[in-house]
């Protein structure tokens, strides 16, 4: 049994879970300790104790420890993919690659560990100095979904501990597996006991132990808007400090001038790859009418040739959806969009050669806002086609969502890219691009329901795991 580690010690927990293969359930992948309350408590006491030596300690300790991860990622990252692509069901290329994005993320804050800044600012008292410096937030709890079960981990741990925080961690209780080898790695490098907890289970226990709990000062998610919104209730009670990132329902405008040899691509990457299962995914694709038939022709046919199937022949495009639970609801989002007079493509359940949980793409095609398979996040391998008339009312379109995440515009027009930069209400806007698909190092986050807070990745991560600090001196 794979155990939580609580101020450097491996324990068990108050039951364990049973972690198996999407793609083939009679396979178990292992068996994981799930924590109770009083494991939580013992870790925000243990991250409370650690935090003065290790927010004290040279940032350049901090920065050799996140190198450290950075390397053993990238040396076990075909491994430690197939254990992703074996517990989420995406492709093995795909799970490298996000081991691989965990590491230099890793590497980046090492970086930044010894990059932080504060400022010098003049007093209004010339015998009096103001310097403005940056200090960690304190205990921090970090709570991730199951679809990037390393990435997302990697982007709120490698901050946290390169800015001096201490940490109580609680991955998805779907993908544990992925969550113990990152923090076995993080304790063999040497993470001081109490500075990285893992605490495995359920949100409705530990991880509501975690919003609840007073030596926890400041609370990091991703993961639904359902959750957020109640998670953030709570920690406001507790005035603690709050980033959420959440769903998403992204529209990507296919323009007369598009070229398909780009927008084609990119539409099928941002829509169905991960088996959609992301929150940036291409879910709305708002279509011209001069090129829409043109567009979903090609579109269709490049779609029913996917390859779906177990993610680790090497030539399956599309892995399993991730649990029978999410497998129902994307087919249920399949009925409503018939119902609501969408003509569907594709969607239905796949029998594979293994008792998974398999399904073909699918394309809601005459799709409108109105309809809820429209306007609602599926998070699965669904995505909605709509018709528009002209870049105004493309626009249009694309901002009539209660999400702002991302945003895309496939056109050849600058004018065109350039209007909709400025006019999109999303927090990352692509051009040529799918939604999909973003760097290590630069900001991510939204706008509107689909975030709260400062934003996650690059130097901008300071805000959610620094204070700032003004201190006047005068020496008299
Ligand atoms: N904007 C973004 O950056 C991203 C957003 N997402 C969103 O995440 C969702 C899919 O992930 P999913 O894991 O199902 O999302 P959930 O919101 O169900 O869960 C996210 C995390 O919160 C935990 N949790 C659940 N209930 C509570 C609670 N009451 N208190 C504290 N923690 C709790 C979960 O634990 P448990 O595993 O036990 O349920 C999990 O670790 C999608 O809607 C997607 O849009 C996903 C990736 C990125
Ligand atoms: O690309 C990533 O690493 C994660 C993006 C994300 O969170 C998502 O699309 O769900």
């Known amino acids: 049994m794979k155990q939580n580690l609580v101020a450097g010690a491996w324990l068990d927990g108050l039951d364990a879970v049973e972690n198996r293969n999407p793609a083939d359930v009679s396979e178990v992948i292992g068996l994981y300790a799930r924590a109770s309350a009083d494991h939580v408590d013992q870790a925000a006491q243990a991250a409370r104790a650690a935090l003065p030596a290790w927010a004290g300690a040279s940032p350049q300790v901090r920065s050799d420890l996140l190198e450290a991860v950075a ?5 076990r990252k075909d491994e430690i993919g197939r254990v992703l692509a074996r517990e989420e069901g995406k492709t093995l ?10 590491a230099q993320v890793f590497r980046f804050f090492a970086g930044e560990a010894i990059r932080v800044a ?31 079960p390393i990435a997302i981990p990697a982007w709120k741990i490698a901050p946290a501990l390169a800015y001096g925080n201490t940490v109580v961690f609680k991955p998805a ?9 990152l923090t076995q790695i993080i304790h063999n490098a040497g993470c001081p006991a109490g500075v990285f907890n893992l605490v495995m289970g359920q949100g409705s226990v530990v991880g509501n132990a975690i919003v609840s709990h007073p030596q926890v000062d400041a609370i990091s998610f991703t993961g639904s808007v359902p959750v957020g919104r109640g998670l953030a209730v709570q920690a406001a009670k507790g005035m603690k400090k709050v980033q959420l990132e959440m769903g998403g329902k ?17 539409i099928l990457n941002g829509a169905f790859f991960s088996t959609g299962q992301r929150c940036t995914a291409s879910s709305r694709i708002i279509v011209q009418d001069g090129i ?13 040739a996917l390859k779906v199937g177990n993610p680790l022949d090497p030539s399956v495009q599309i892995g399993p959806v991730v649990s029978e639970k999410q497998l129902n609801g994307n087919l249920g989002y399949v009925d409503l969009a018939k119902q609501e007079g969408a003509e569907v ?7 594979g050669e293994t008792d998974g949980y398999f399904q073909a793409p699918a394309l809601f095609l005459n799709a409108t806002n109105a ?24 626009l249009a379109s694309a901002n009539d969502t209660e999400f702002g995440l991302s945003s895309g515009i496939c056109t050849s027009s600058l004018k065109y890219a350039r209007e909709f930069k400025r006019r999109s209400q999303a927090g990352m806007v692509m051009v040529n691009l799918p939604t999909a698909g973003v760097d290590y190092h630069v900001p991510f986050g939204g706008r509107k329901g689909s975030s709260h807070g400062s934003r996650e990745q690059g130097r901008y991560a300071a805000e959610f795991y620094t204070i700032v600090k003004t201190a006047y001196s005068f020496a008299g």
Do not use: Y
Request: charged share 25%; proline share 6%.
């Open 250 to 266: 992204n529209p990507i405008v296919v323009m007369d001038d598009a070229d398909l040899d780009i927008a084609v691509p990119a």
């Open 345 to 351: 493509i594709g969607g239905q359940r796949i029998q």
């Open 173 to 181: 209780d779907l993908t544990p597996a992925s969550a113990h080898i």
């Open 93 to 102: 290329a795909e799970a490298i690659g996000e081991t691989a994005r965990a």
């Open 71 to 75: 390397q053993e990622l990238l040396a």
């Open 292 to 304: 829409h038939d043109a567009f979903v022709d090609r579109l269709t046919a490049e779609m029913l």
């Open 371 to 394: 309809m809820r398979s429209t306007r609602e996040e599926i998070f699965g391998p669904c995505a909605s086609v709509i018709k528009v008339a002209d870049f105004d009312e493309a």
């Open 118 to 148: 504060g400022d010098a600012i003049a007093s209004v008292r010339p015998d009096v100095d103001v310097d403005v410096v940056r200090e960690p937030v304190g205990v921090v709890g970090l709570i991730t979904p199951w679809n990037f």
